[in-house]
């Protein structure tokens, strides 16, 4: 038997690379990097000395916050 409520934390817990994060925002690198500057994007995590992720939840939780087109 699954844990849903695990899976699902485990799901709102992966990191998003850079490429993924714009895939699924819609928005360009340069876009998402001035949003990070402005406050009105989520800033992302260091993985490692030359990479950054974002927080799956937090890239979703902006995208709830956006207006329907």
Same mark, same amino acid.
């Given at each position: ?6 899976? #699902?934390?485990?799901? #709102? ?7 993924? %994060?714009?895939? @699924?925002?819609?928005? +360009?690198? #340069? ?10 994007? +989520?800033? +992302? %995590? ?5 990479? %950054?992720?974002?927080? @799956?939840?937090? %890239? ?6 956006? +207006?329907?087109?």
């Amino acid at each position: 038997m699954t844990n849903t409520t695990a899976d #699902s934390a485990d799901a #709102s817990d992966r990191l998003l690379r850079r490429k993924t %994060v714009c895939a @699924e925002t819609g928005l +360009p690198t #340069s876009t998402l990097y001035d949003k990070i500057a402005k406050g009105e994007f +989520p800033r +992302p %995590v260091k993985i490692g000395k030359r990479a %950054v992720a974002w927080r @799956e939840r937090d %890239v979703n939780g902006w995208k709830a916050q956006r +207006p329907a087109a």
